[in-house]
């Protein structure tokens, strides 16, 4: 009997930043200490010892306070950083959607980055061409979508990259901070398209600081505190937990 592959299997990871101590106030103030050897640094732990195995088909929520390592998880997984120590592996396709306007060209249009975005992510020109229509409408962004996307909101833009990045069925789909950006009924159709990736088998891995987007969207939290892993298990179990200690 064989024992399926975990979508996402990550082990013992960790990532240190260097940063320096003196404070400059311009790039040659900065040049002129790091050509005198005088700069001072000190490392900054965002994430430690970190390891967790994901199966196919789960729905995951990370959670934690600002500055917590939930985005530099996220983007450890999506190899955008490679860790100091430990391992990450990845079964299958990955769709990340990591920060807003990831993947954007500000001074193209709407419609000129659905093509960016999503050959950026592996598809091919005419799989585009299929797609494209269908994604302009999932966002609603209707004729703004000939707009150039500096014109856009936060939430605009948040549409566009969610409509883009599930418009395929993803083997993985990441999304950190997208839950909660958007008026309630997009909010609406993201859950549901996000229960259908689900049911044709993607696995769903978001950070979202919402208790009810992750309540509802969720069966398992990660809870990051510090760059560590605090808890592991079920939303109804691990929410409470995470709750109860920030207040």
């Known amino acids: 009997m064989t024992t399926a592959r975990p979508q996402i299997a990550v082990e013992g990871v960790s990532l240190c930043y260097r940063l320096a101590k003196q404070r400059a106030s311009s790039f040659k103030e900065y040049a002129i200490h790091w050509i005198k050897g005088a700069l001072v640094y000190v490392d900054l732990w965002a994430l430690s010892d970190v390891s967790f195995e994901i199966a196919r088909g789960e729905r995951v929520a990370v959670i934690g306070r600002n500055g917590a390592g939930k985005s530099t998880l ?22 990340p959607i990591l920060e807003l306007g990831t993947g954007f060209d500000a001074e193209l249009t709407g419609w000129e980055n659905i093509y960016l975005n999503a050959l950026l992510l592996g598809h091919t020109r005419r799989e585009v061409d299929q797609r494209a229509d269908g994604i302009v409408e999932f966002s609603g962004l209707g004729e703004l979508v000939h707009s150039p996307i500096r014109n856009y909101s936060s939430g605009m833009v948040a549409r566009l990259g969610f409509s883009i990045a599930t418009a395929w069925q993803p083997d993985l789909l990441l999304l950190d901070e997208v839950l909660g950006v958007g008026d309630v009924a997009f909010l609406r159709k993201c859950k549901e398209r996000l229960e259908e990736l689900r049911s044709g088998g993607s696995t769903v891995l978001f950070v979202s600081h919402d208790p009810a987007a992750v309540e509802s969207s969720s069966d398992r939290c990660l809870w990051l505190d510090q760059g560590r ?14 709750l109860a200690s920030a207040q």
């Open 74 to 95: 996220f983007k450890v997984i999506s190899r955008v950083l490679k860790p100091s120590h430990g391992s990450v592996a990845i079964t299958g396709s990955v769709a």
């Open 229 to 242: 892993l605090v808890a592991d298990g079920p939303t109804a179990v691990v929410l409470p937990r995470y």
